[in-house]
């Protein structure tokens, strides 16, 4: 779990129940045969709301819910005050959602980048730093620097 948020590996999440009587993988099923292409449903993250709303933002809709990434971001407050469902709220987080999408985020948190990942990116910011033709203590700290920006997980501080 993260911030709440429950995430769903491989065949984990298809005998989660959906709503109407029907499971995740009934889902998945009826969309492949209404749009007839082969759907795997990778992972999926259920996103408790507390009290709050989650918006949504759907890159290249194909039709509702359907596109090739999707983007869902919670609203709520810190002490778990209901939000009114107001359209100004609902716009706010669909444009959350929208920066999300685009920010293509590797990572939700500094804390799950992985070793690889952090020595591949260090390798391009010295390799860029390199190239100012600074001392390499001077490019050591410029490393430093950007590498606590590193990821650009979060389009939001």
Same mark, same amino acid.
């Given at each position: +779990?993260?911030?709440?948020?429950? +995430?769903?590996?491989?065949?984990?999440?298809?005998? &989660?129940?959906?709503?109407?009587?029907? $499971?995740?993988?009934? %889902?998945?099923?009826?969309?492949?045969? $209404?749009?007839?292409?082969?759907?795997?449903?990778?992972?999926?993250?259920?996103?408790? $709301?507390?009290?709050?709303?989650?918006?949504?933002?759907?890159?290249?809709?194909?039709?509702?819910?359907?596109? $090739?990434?999707?983007?869902?971001?919670?609203?709520?407050?810190?002490?778990?005050?209901?939000?009114? +469902?107001?359209?100004?709220?609902? %716009?706010?987080?669909?444009?959350?959602? #929208?920066?999300?999408?685009?920010?293509?985020?590797?990572?939700?948190?500094?804390? &799950?980048?992985?070793?690889?990942?952090?020595?591949?990116?260090?390798?391009?910011?010295?390799?860029? %730093?390199?190239?100012?033709?600074?001392?390499?203590?001077?490019?050591?700290? #410029?490393?430093?620097?950007?590498?606590?920006?590193?990821?650009?997980?979060?389009?939001?501080?």
């Amino acid at each position: +779990e993260r911030g709440g948020a429950h +995430e769903f590996q491989l065949g984990e999440a298809h005998g &989660l129940p959906l709503g109407a009587g029907r $499971s995740v993988e009934e %889902a998945v099923l009826d969309l492949a045969g $209404s749009i007839r292409e082969n759907i795997k449903l990778r992972r999926a993250v259920c996103l408790p $709301s507390h009290g709050g709303l989650v918006g949504t933002y759907v890159h290249n809709a194909q039709g509702t819910g359907i596109g $090739s990434i999707i983007g869902a971001v919670a609203l709520g407050t810190k002490d778990g005050t209901p939000l009114a +469902e107001t359209a100004e709220l609902q %716009a706010l987080a669909k444009q959350l959602a #929208m920066h999300a999408v685009a920010a293509k985020p590797k990572f939700l948190l500094k804390e &799950l980048v992985d070793a690889s990942s952090l020595d591949a990116e260090m390798d391009v910011l010295r390799a860029q %730093a390199a190239s100012s033709g600074k001392p390499a203590n001077i490019i050591e700290k #410029m490393v430093t620097g950007r590498l606590n920006k590193y990821p650009h997980a979060s389009p939001f501080p």
